[in-house]
């Protein structure tokens, strides 16, 4: 998710009326009702947790507090009297990040935790909002709703496949409200989109295409300066790395760890999802792949190990395929459409704008139309308050664990298709991928070891 807080807000007088409009335009458009995948997990209660009211305080627990876990934390602050919260705790393995911010929450030393296990264990926590490292997203995320707390969990949805099985079955079993950390997600273009898309005004859906690209002027991406105070007696190494390999301590690797294989897929799971999960949600029928092609090179930026320009083909059952490209090192990427047989829908760059122009031989049949709405974009606080509502409500929310796993097992088998230089295909029953052959592909794991990239 990026970090919008240095964006111009709306004018603190328009604040209130500003989430309050785009938690009614969410509802409008039907919260994800028309996700309704099958439930993979055992069929066991709900976890236990506080039943809430319309009126009832939610108290919110941080898990990571580094800069993302920050961004969380200033921004609920901000809204916490509309949100009608309370930040009650907050969890870091790194004691400079965990001061930070028990200090800017002012928050007791019993209210901070190294542990996030130790934190899960207190009965007055009701949603946990988690924004650690990749490889961290998965266990914290199945803690957490075992524990009884709803989830607000950073994209990607887990580092790979079969930990997205285990959050996906967890969360189904467990009946707790979860939300991917998909802003862009909430904006009413993409909605308006899924619903003349169901309406028919485009006919069968035929490819789509976005992209998320960047160009930094000294070449470092996702490069971050070493803090020299961190060290071994400060900062929990060992913990921190989690199911990935163990190494010595590298603060290298804590600090720029968007830059390795172990902790992260890279442009694949820190930048496509802004595009890929809005595009999924506008197709209004949100499907697995049936196939995954991925390309990926690391020829301008070699400081790292993984790609710095990545094209990603997806095709699905139904005939749509989408087409998502990402680069750190050029800024110009796609214009976002969506093509169907018979129009075709032309998303603005800036703004909440989306245009259907009809094929040229339909012109007659289907007329054209533009939808506009002044709210400003990609808005974290939006998607926010729209988690704490559904908590409430108990109504689906638009970014669900629905919506999530599906396009992660897209983003999952573009990780495999680059790394392994493989075409896949998905067979979502037996949650298996194969060759075209039908050779079948165990997915990455922590310990799988694959080619380095040229």
Known sequence: MKDHSSHKS?????????????????????????????????????????????????????????????????????????????????????????????????????????????????????????????????????????????????????????????????????????????QGSMDPKWHKAAEWVKAGKLGPLVWGQGSYCRNNPKNSEWTYPVDPTANEQNLDWYRWLGRAPKIPFNPNHFFSWHKFYAYNSGIIGNLLPHRFIPLMLASGNPEFPRRVVCTGTRKVSTDREITDTTHLLAEFPSGLTLVVAGSTVNQVGLPEMLRGRQATLYFASQGNKVELKPESIFSEEIDADTFSDPRPTERIEVLEKHFFDCIRSGQTPIANVDLAFRSHVVLCLAEMSERLGLALFYDEKARKVTTGDGRVVPPLTYTTVVPKLG
């Open 10 to 182: 709306p004018p603190a007088s328009t604040r209130r009326d500003f989430l309050r409009q785009a938690a009614t335009a969410a509802a409008a458009v039907g919260a994800g009702a028309w996700l309704r995948a099958p439930v993979y997990g055992q069929n066991q209660a709900p976890s236990p947790g506080r039943v809430l009211g319309a009126n009832d305080r939610i108290n919110v627990a941080y898990v990571g507090t580094g800069k993302q876990g920050m961004t969380h934390i200033r921004l609920q602050k901000k809204f916490a009297a509309d949100n009608n919260i309370a930040q009650v705790a907050v969890c870091d393995l790194y004691q400079k990040n965990l001061q930070e911010a028990q200090a800017y929450v002012g928050l007791k030393d019993a209210d901070a935790y190294r542990d996030h296990r130790k934190m899960l264990e207190r009965k007055d926590i009701d949603a946990v909002v988690i924004s650690t490292v990749d490889n961290w997203h998965a266990q914290v995320s199945i803690d957490a709703a075992e524990a009884g707390k709803h989830v607000f969990c950073e994209k990607p949805m887990t580092r790979y496949l079969e930990e997205a099985f285990e959050v996906y079955d967890t969360i189904k079993r467990t009946g707790k409200v979860y939300v991917i950390g998909s």
